[in-house]
């Protein structure tokens, strides 16, 4: 049985956890509503001593853990799973304050972690026999150690129980950093863990900046597992090659999305829209380029600006579909790509150049109609609420365009003939294509990226594979 809810824990005290037991720290930071751009709690920032303390307990942790048989690690997860569910609202709450999502947006996080932990919890170790005249070859895959796993503000319960759970279950320790910008829902979620789990198995040291190097560069650390912006991963590959560590880094997309001329327009309008503007646009996978069909392609942006026009922008507490930019930083960043389409005279279908200010970091769904193919909006991610159109006439041409970007984490292809949408969807540089859907990632199957969008991956069958080395037994028969 799983402990019931517990009257021992509260919601407006935050610590990091080490070795089982509450951690503190001299120095302090806080989060910042996007809402309101109020300051939230203290959170105590982690230092050396404390990376160090929680990389010697996790691997006394591993000792016992990887022993543990994978079927009663299955039961101790399933057990964690339980217990976390008892909280789903005081999550839920969380969530909204540190991100800004309205509530019905976070509930999709805080409830929908549970099908990460069901579909793991359903998988089997992949173990494979080859067998000749001489010898019989065993390969099973085995844990890799403690790993540590560097999380992102956009989804930080998702992408941080995503990574905890197959290292888990596959037998690793993990130590989890949460993001600075969100670190009260991933550490509330760890701190849950103490009472399922032995000390050490599960940690979290949060922080600044100067702490994701000390986990990248620790020498008993077996793996890092990243997710954030290429810029950043590319750091933590070149930190991760002194000690060879094994890595699996989801970077940043640049999705295109390609129309085909027989979709119903009324139909797949709205869906363009929620594709790009799902999270105020603060999805790694969400599209960011949109291609339509230029026989279709006035009435089709008619019909999306007319949809984004019924799109509320809100706090938590009404009844939103979009919540604000997470952090001041991207809040300014994004709107550099409206100062840069304005002052290059781009068209706005919908939105206005001009991000209006006020209380919290809103910025309204937006859409650039047909800008250059060598236009800032068109090459980079601008990780918030705005999108570029064009149209498209040659089927060669746009797939040429689809994939002339240095990033290849998803794609979609839309259209009533599933046989070409199909054709067109296999010749994507993408990690993961969609099929008349906008970009849904799921448990059941591996999520990485192409090209600058990543190493390795996650998720589905092939991702538990992520967090174990290969071991070979070959035993010779006796003559």
């Known amino acids: ?23 503190g720290g001299k120095e302090k930071h806080r989060g910042v509503n996007p809402a309101t751009g109020e300051e939230l709690w203290e959170v105590p920032i982690a230092n050396q001593q404390d990376v160090d303390d929680a990389v010697v307990s996790a691997q006394k942790a591993f000792e016992t853990w990887s022993e543990v048989p994978f ?35 976070a509930e999709m996080e805080t409830k929908g972690v549970a099908g990460f932990f069901d579909y793991h919890l359903a998988l089997s170790l992949p173990e494979d026999r080859e067998e000749d005249d001489e010898k019989v070859m065993l390969t099973r895959y085995t844990p890799l150690g403690v790993v540590g796993a560097i999380c992102p503000w956009n989804f930080p319960i998702i992408l941080s129980l995503g990574k905890a759970i197959p290292a888990l279950l596959t037998g690793n320790t993990v130590i989890i950093k949460p993001s600075p910008f969100t670190p009260y829902t991933t550490l509330k979620v760890v701190e849950l863990a103490q009472e399922i789990f032995a000390p050490g198995v599960i940690q979290a040291v949060g922080g600044s900046d100067k702490l994701g190097p000390m986990l990248t560069t620790h020498a008993d650390i077996a793996k890092i597992s990243f997710t954030g912006s290429i810029a950043t991963g590319k750091k933590v590959m070149a930190a991760a090659a002194g000690t060879l560590k094994r890595v699996t880094l989801e970077l940043g997309g640049n999705d295109a999305s390609i129309v085909l001329p027989d979709v119903d327009v009324k139909k797949v309008a709205p869906e363009l829209v929620m594709g790009a503007f799902q999270n ?78 006020g209380k919290g970091f809103y910025i309204q769904p937006t859409i650039i109609d047909n800008p250059p193919n060598d236009s800032r909006i068109i090459t980079e991610e601008p990780f918030g609420p705005i999108v570029p159109t064009q149209p498209w006439t040659d089927e060669e041409e746009v797939i040429r365009r689809a994939n002339n970007t240095n990033a290849g984490l998803g794609a979609c292809v839309w259209g009533k003939d599933v046989e070409r949408a199909e054709r067109i969807g296999k010749r994507l ?39 174990c080395n290969a071991h070979v037994l070959h035993t010779y028969k006796s003559k």
């Open 1 to 23: 049985m799983s402990p019931s809810k517990v009257s021992a824990i509260t919601w407006d005290t935050f610590h990091n956890t080490v070795d089982g037991k509450p951690r």
């Open 71 to 105: 079927e009663k690690r299955k039961e101790t997860i399933k057990k964690f799973k339980d217990h976390y569910m008892n909280y789903v609202d005081e999550m839920t709450d969380l969530l909204c304050a540190e991100t800004g999502k309205p509530r019905q947006v």
């Open 280 to 357: 105020s646009g603060q999805v790694c996978v969400a599209t960011k380029r949109i291609y339509i069909h230029q026989d279709i392609y006035d009435e089709m942006l008619k019909e999306m600006v007319a949809f984004v026009k019924t799109i509320k922008t809100g706090a938590p507490g009404s009844n939103a579909l979009l919540g604000p930019v997470q952090n001041k930083m991207q809040y300014e960043k994004v709107q550099t790509f409206f100062k840069d389409s304005k002052d290059k005279g781009y068209k706005f279908a919908v939105g206005e150049p001009d991000v209006a200010q």
């Open 429 to 467: 540089q993408a990690g993961s294509v969609f099929v008349n859907s906008w970009e849904k990632p799921t448990p059941q199957a591996v999520f990485g990226g192409h090209k600058e969008s990543g190493i390795g991956g996650e998720w589905g069958k092939e991702g538990i594979k992520a967090y």
